[in-house]
């Protein structure tokens, strides 16, 4: 099935294959259905997998399903990208790169140019069940647009790179979520995904495979070594596809069960 999306300001076009939808993102919409409805309110997914994989769309492939397939609650989705600091923080602030100090803006994406401690509030509030504005980064403008979206709905789910990281602060974020999805991807695979995004934003190739090979690769690495097991754990395949890979016996969580 084709699938066509804008996202942060760019046109967006993936295909998902019938396999893939009648035996993961079907029965995984039904649950999450099923579990908003036992709780009674507002249930909270997290998305998390590493650069280049895709999960904005698919995110936002799965709320244009959930609409569409009778007996399932629509998901509204949202993301972390708009917690990025704002640019000119990015460029007046610095960090250490392999021995050099170097502005953040050179490695934007790594886990410290984000907000994190404005990222958890919002997320502590749409985990309370209240409606509120979200932000949303725009790649043409570099920067997050504030309150780009409102939020509603009993279902929310939420993408980006880190909400499953093991490091101190970021694991804390796992807490809020009532169900998470994991998706892990070869890197090399990753690699020319992720540079012929940066070609499509507008950088020659050579600067692409620099600015990948610098900033996004290490941040690839990583999320694939460093992150925390899911309810759903996914990989994803050169084609494309999904394969369903094995689940973590988790307490006090029911896991999904595929026929």
Not at 20 to 35: A, K, R, S, V, Y
Request: glycine share 6%; charged share 25%; hydrophobic share 35%.
């Amino acid at each position: 099935m084709k699938f066509f999306t804008e996202i942060n300001g760019l046109p967006i076009q993936a295909c998902y294959t019938q396999k893939n939808i009648e035996e993961i993102f079907l029965p995984l919409l039904q649950h999450l259905t099923d579990l908003q409805e036992k709780k009674g309110g507002r249930i909270l997914v997290m998305l998390a997998a590493p650069p280049g994989v895709g999960k904005s769309t698919l995110s936002e492939f799965l709320s244009s399903l959930s609409r569409k397939t009778p007996g399932t609650h629509p998901l509204t989705t949202i993301g972390m990208d708009g917690f990025h600091h704002r640019q000119d923080y990015l460029l007046t602030h610095t960090t250490v790169r392999n021995g050099n100090r170097i502005p953040l803006v050179k490695i934007k994406g790594a886990p410290i140019t984000f907000d994190l401690e404005k990222l958890t509030s919002a997320i502590k509030q749409i985990s309370s069940g209240a409606n509120c504005g979200w932000p949303q980064y725009s790649r043409p403008l570099h920067n997050p647009v504030e309150d780009a979206i409102q939020v509603t709905g009993d279902i929310i789910l939420l993408e980006g790179n880190y909400l499953l990281l093991d490091q101190e602060g970021w694991r804390d974020l796992h807490k809020y979520a009532d169900y998470s999805i994991r998706i892990t991807a070869d890197p090399i695979m990753l690699r020319d995904r992720l540079i012929e995004r940066h070609i499509n934003s507008g950088k020659s190739r050579s600067d692409a495979e620099s600015f990948v090979d610098f900033s996004d690769m290490p941040n690839v690495s990583l999320c694939l070594k460093h992150s925390l097991q899911a309810d759903l754990n996914l990989q994803i395949l050169a084609d494309g596809s999904y394969r369903l890979m094995s689940r973590p016996k988790l307490k006090h969580k029911k896991i999904i069960v595929f026929k």
